[in-house]
């Protein structure tokens, strides 16, 4: 029987990603003439409605009475997909290895900001998230440790991450700080004296250190970005304006 090929190994790894993924589209920053061209928002999809990505159906509106199996096995389906990454990294050759890692480091980077916004902004966009809180929260929790595994399991170089969609060493910096200074550095790399000056800024005494700890952490993703990526990566949707 033959291999799959490089294309289909990584479509293989997409179930396991996107299955049982909550999301919602919120409708301030897409405009009403924009809603109304998009048959996918006219015939399947509302706006700031829960939706749950099924493994069988697709896209479809959450329910509370929805079986919870699903969202509490996502955390092995993530993790089988670490195991088929490892294994294809010994049988493929270096070059296909990484363009695939690449590929499937932007996509969980992506999850992991969309996650972590749709969480944070629930709030504002659903009227009652008293039964929906909890599972953003904890697929949430659940892409953060994904993304740490990749990084950890195949990124042991600092310089060798991609910034992915956004910075993604920013985003280590402010969620990963302990695994963040385990990885090495290359010293002729522009990352490495940024992180050095950075991480003695930390330990230096009086007014410096602490004007560099209480500077406000900024969001790490925007309103129209985060509703930008979820329209993109769910629906191919791009140029809203």
């Known amino acids: ?23 919602f589209i919120p ?15 006219k015939k399947h999809i509302g706006l700031n409605t829960v939706y749950v990505i099924d493994y069988h159906k697709g896209p479809m509106l959450y329910t509370s009475d929805r079986d919870a199996i699903e969202i509490t096995i996502k955390s092995s389906k993530l993790e089988k997909n670490l195991f088929n990454l490892v294994e294809k990294k010994s049988a493929a050759n270096p070059i296909e290895f990484t363009y695939i890692l690449d590929k499937y480091f932007e996509l969980v980077e992506t999850l992991f900001y969309i996650t972590d916004w749709m969480y944070t902004k629930i709030g504002a966009h659903i009227k ?5 809180k909890d ?6 929790v659940y892409y953060k440790k994904h993304f740490e595994a990749v990084v950890k399991t195949f990124y042991p170089n600092r310089a060798t991450i991609p910034k992915g ?26 990352e490495t ?8 800024s930390l330990h230096t005494t009086p007014k410096t250190s602490k004007k560099t700890v209480k500077k406000t952490k ?15 990566t769910f629906f191919n949707i791009d140029n809203l304006n």
């Open 1 to 23: 029987m033959a291999k799959p090929s490089l294309h289909q190994f990584y479509l293989d790894l997409m179930p396991n990603l996107l299955r049982e993924l909550y999301f």
């Open 27 to 41: 409708e301030t920053q897409i405009p009403k003439d924009i809603i109304a061209k998009l048959d996918v928002f």
């Open 128 to 132: 009652d998230v008293t039964h929906v």
């Open 135 to 140: 599972l953003f929260y904890l697929q949430f």
């Open 165 to 190: 969609n956004f910075n993604a060493h920013k985003m280590m910096d402010t969620y990963f700080s302990d695994i963040n200074n385990s990885l090495k550095v290359i010293a002729t790399a522009p």
């Open 193 to 200: 004296s940024n992180a050095i000056v950075q991480n003695k």
């Open 218 to 232: 900024k969001p790490l993703v925007t309103e129209v970005e985060a509703e930008r990526l979820l329209l993109h």
